[in-house]
């Protein structure tokens, strides 16, 4: 999953997620590989598989919002709305959620796909290939392979639980799925 993950963020062509709702786990997986992320004012954000104690999977958590505020949200499993996912750089754009998909065709036709642009087809390929050059200059390469290999630790140890601490599974064998994922988000507010 992390290579496909990997070919959509380094794919030739501009990007556009369209983000409406819940956007969680591997959907905002998805809409941090695209080049533009445009969210409409219902959209919930964040990896709920941190809840259960997995380390998360994609990397770009750091890219997309910096250092403390990634930290913030994959130590805490907090999830954000979409004004506060604009304002630390989540999303590019946050319109009205009956809006949507007129203000991504517009943001598609500024963007011209296949022009390239307001700069023409030269500068977005120069743009694209200059920012894949800039993360794995910042070591984007090390940091997918990193992150797969400690989701994977993560999803191996999370069956051996400490003495008190939530077992998502135990409860989801106990008291059903619901009732386990009510027990898992109850220290969160969202």
């Known amino acids: 999953l992390m290579q496909r993950w990997q070919r959509i963020f380094s794919h030739s062509k501009h990007t ?3 983000v409406h709702g ?3 786990g591997m959907a905002c997986d998805l809409m941090m590989v695209c080049r533009t992320a445009i969210a409409s ?3 919930i954000f964040g990896d ?3 809840r259960m104690g997995y380390a998360t999977a994609n990397p770009l958590w750091i890219w997309r919002v910096g250092p403390k505020k990634a930290k913030e949200l994959l130590l805490t499993g907090r999830y954000i709305d979409a004004r506060e996912a604009y304002e630390v750089g989540l999303v590019n754009l946050v319109v009205p959620e009956g ?5 991504v065709d517009l943001a598609m036709e500024a963007i011209d796909l296949s022009a390239g642009g307001i ?7 120069g743009f694209i290939t200059f920012g894949q050059a800039a993360y794995n200059l910042a070591g984007l390469g090390a940091a997918w392979a990193f992150a797969a290999g400690l989701h994977a630790i993560s999803a191996i140890q999370r069956r051996g639980f400490a003495p008190g601490e939530f077992n998502f599974w135990e409860a ?4 059903g799925m ?7 988000d109850a220290p969160y507010h969202k």
């Open 16 to 18: 556009v997620a369209q």
């Open 22 to 24: 819940y956007c969680l």
């Open 41 to 43: 004012d219902d959209a």
């Open 48 to 50: 709920p598989s941190v």
């Open 99 to 103: 809006r949507l998909e007129e203000e």
């Open 119 to 125: 700069a023409g087809a030269d500068a977005m390929a």
């Open 172 to 175: 989801r064998d106990g008291v």
């Open 178 to 184: 619901k009732g386990a994922i009510a027990g898992r």
